[in-house]
C-alpha cells in the first residue's frame, strides 16, 4: 500500500540551509533531502559553472515528506515570512505516494 | 618625486609579478567569454592553503618574540577595522541613490581582510626583500572580526530605529508592506529590471493562495494574521543584536579558521618541516590560480555592480586608499614609538585596504539580510580587490621606501 504524503520543495539560497533544517525539523518532519541546485530565477541566473570564491551564490532544493498539508504549510510560512523578503527563494507542494520508507510509514511499512 | 618614481616603479613590477598579472588575465578571459571553470573545491583548499601557510608562519614568529610588540599593531587594526564601518556611514550611507543598510554593509566588507590581497602584499614585500614582521599576518582577525561585527551591530540598530519609527507612524499593514517595497525597490530593481515585484509576489501567492479554509483552523483571513505574529516575533528578536554569535561565525569562516589554525600549529607545535616542503613552496603558485579565479570573479560582478547606485564606483576606488591612508598613519606611529618595521606598516595598511571576499560576504549575507548584495559583494570584489592588489600595493610599498629612504 502507499501511503499519501505531500512533498514539500523549497529551493533557496545554501547560506539559509542551517535555519531552514531547524525550521523543519521543528515542525516535526521525520526528514529531509538537500540537493545542491543551480538554475535561472527572477533574481538571478545561478549556476554552478561560475568561477566562485565563496559559496554565497550556490542554491540548494530541500524536498521534505510531510504527512498532511498542514505540518507542510507551517513549514513554508515560517520559511516564507523569515526569508524570502530577503533572500531569493521558491516554495511549492505536491502530491506524493509513499513506497518504501521506514522511518516515514512507521514499523509495519507502507 | 622619489615617491612617484618609486610607486611607479613598483606598479610596473607589480604588473609584471604573478599576481596582478593573473589577476588582470582572468578579468580578459571573463570578458572574452572564456568557458575555463576552476573547481569551487579547488578554490577552498587554495584558500584553506594560502591561510594555513600565513598562519603557520605567523605562528612559529610569534613562537620566537615577544608578543608586547604585537599589542600596540593589533589594537590599532582593530581600530582601523571599526573606524571603517563609520567610514562607510556617514558618507556613502549620505549619498544620493545609495540605501544605508546597503553602505553600513559595504563599509563591513571593506573594513574585513581579504586573505589573498594580505599573500599577494606578503609575496611582494619578500620579492623586493623588506623586512616585516612575519606575526604581521596575524593582524587579519584582529580587523576582520571588528569590522563585521561593527557593521552588523550598527545596521541593526538602523533597522530597528527604522522600525520602531514606522511603528510609531503607522498601523501594522504598512509596517507589513513597507519593507517589501524596499525590497522591491533596491533588489527586484537592480536584479530582474523586468520584473521587479516578482519574487515578492510569486513566494507569498505560493503559500498564500493556498486554500485553508477547508483544511484547518478559520478561515484565508487567518492567513496574514501568523504572518504578522512571526514578524513580530521576528523582530522582537532583532531588536536585541548579540555580538557572539557574529564573532562565532567569523571564526568559523574558512578563512579565519584556516589561519588561527595554522597561528595555533606554529606556535604549540614545530612545523617546519612540512610548511617547509609543502605549504612554502605551493604558496606563490596556488596564489597565481586564486587570482585568476579573482578576476574572473570581478569581471562577472562588474554587470551586478553597474545595476546601483555609481557613488559605489567611486567609493570602492577611493576607499581602499582611505582606509590603507589611515592604517599607515597609525602604523608610523606604532614604527615611531615601538620600533614596528615599515613593511609591516606596509602589511597593516594592505589589510586595511582590502576588502573581504571569503568570509565577508556569507557572515554579511546572514547578519544584515536586508542589504543588497549586488552592492557590497559588487564593489568589493569588481572594484575593490582589484584596486587594492593593483594600486594600493605598490602605493604603500612606494609610500613606505619614501619615508625610509628619508
Known amino acids: 500500500m502507499a501511503k499519501p504524503a505531500k512533498k514539500l520543495v523549497i529551493v533557496t539560497e545554501k547560506i539559509l540551509l542551517k535555519k531552514i533544517a531547524s525550521i523543519i525539523e521543528e515542525a516535526g518532519a521525520t526528514g529531509y533531502t538537500v540537493l545542491e541546485t543551480g538554475g535561472k530565477g527572477s533574481r538571478n541566473v545561478r549556476s554552478t559553472g561560475q568561477p566562485n570564491v565563496s559559496d554565497t551564490q550556490a542554491n540548494i532544493k530541500f524536498e521534505v515528506l510531510t504527512p498532511d498539508r498542514d505540518m507542510a504549510e507551517n513549514i513554508a510560512d515560517q520559511v516564507a515570512v523569515k526569508f524570502f523578503l530577503d533572500f531569493a527563494g521558491m516554495i511549492y507542494i505536491c502530491d506524493a505516494e509513499v513506497l518504501y520508507g521506514h522511518s516515514f510509514c512507521g514499523p509495519e511499512g507502507c | ?406
Open chain 2, 1 to 406: 618625486m622619489d615617491f612617484l618614481s618609486f610607486f611607479l616603479m613598483d606598479f610596473v613590477k607589480q604588473l609584471q609579478s604573478p599576481t596582478l598579472g593573473f589577476l588582470i588575465g582572468g578579468m580578459v578571459i571573463a570578458a572574452l567569454g572564456s568557458e575555463l571553470v576552476i573547481p569551487e573545491a579547488i578554490c577552498q583548499i587554495i584558500v584553506f592553503m594560502l591561510l594555513a601557510r600565513i598562519g603557520l608562519s605567523g605562528g612559529i614568529a610569534i613562537r620566537n618574540s615577544n608578543l608586547t610588540e604585537m599589542i600596540l599593531p593589533a589594537a590599532f587594526s582593530v581600530v582601523v577595522g571599526i573606524l571603517v564601518v563609520f567610514i562607510a556611514r556617514y558618507t556613502l550611507a549620505k549619498l544620493p541613490k545609495v540605501k544605508t543598510v546597503d553602505a553600513i554593509a559595504t563599509g563591513g566588507l571593506f573594513g574585513a581582510v581579504s586573505g589573498s590581497t594580505m599573500a599577494a602584499a606578503l609575496t611582494l614585500l619578500d620579492e623586493q626583500s623588506i623586512p616585516y614582521e612575519a606575526w604581521a599576518g596575524a593582524l587579519y582577525p584582529f580587523m576582520d572580526i571588528p569590522a563585521l561585527v561593527t557593521a552588523i551591530v550598527v545596521a541593526n540598530i538602523y533597522l530597528n530605529k527604522k522600525k520602531r519609527k514606522a511603528a510609531g507612524a503607522s498601523l501594522s499593514k504598512q509596517e507589513y508592506s513597507s519593507p517589501a517595497e524596499e525590497y522591491t525597490g533596491t533588489a527586484g530593481a537592480a536584479l530582474s529590471p523586468a520584473g521587479a515585484p516578482l519574487p515578492v509576489g510569486t513566494s507569498f501567492n505560493i503559500t498564500g493562495d493556498s486554500p485553508t479554509a477547508g483544511t484547518s483552523s478559520g478561515s484565508a483571513g487567518d492567513y496574514p494574521a501568523t504572518r504578522q505574529e512571526y514578524r513580530k516575533q521576528k523582530s522582537s528578536e532583532d531588536n536585541r543584536v548579540k555580538i557572539w554569535p557574529i564573532v562565532q561565525e567569523s571564526l568559523q569562516g574558512p578563512a579565519l579558521s584556516a589561519m588561527l589554525l595554522g597561528v595555533a600549529l606554529g606556535i604549540l607545535t614545530r612545523p617546519e618541516s612540512v610548511y617547509e616542503s609543502f605549504y612554502d613552496p605551493l604558496f606563490r603558485g596556488l596564489l597565481s590560480i586564486l587570482m585568476l579565479v579573482m578576476g574572473m570573479e570581478a569581471w562577472s560582478r562588474i554587470g551586478e555592480l553597474r545595476k546601483v547606485a555609481q557613488w559605489y564606483v567611486v567609493y570602492s576606488i577611493v576607499a581602499p586608499f582611505v582606509h590603507g591612508l589611515l592604517a599607515f598613519g597609525l602604523g608610523m606611529i606604532a614604527h615611531y614609538t615601538m620600533g614596528f618595521s615599515m613593511g609591516g606598516v606596509v602589511v597593516l595598511a594592505v589589510i586595511a585596504s582590502s576588502s573581504s571576499d571569503i568570509s565577508g560576504p556569507p557572515t554579511l549575507r546572514a547578519g544584515i539580510p536586508s542589504a543588497n548584495p549586488s552592492a557590497y559583494i559588487g564593489a568589493s570584489t569588481a572594484i575593490g580587490t582589484p584596486v587594492a592588489i593593483g594600486l594600493c600595493i605598490p602605493f604603500f610599498i612606494g609610500l613606505a621606501q619614501t619615508i625610509g629612504s628619508n
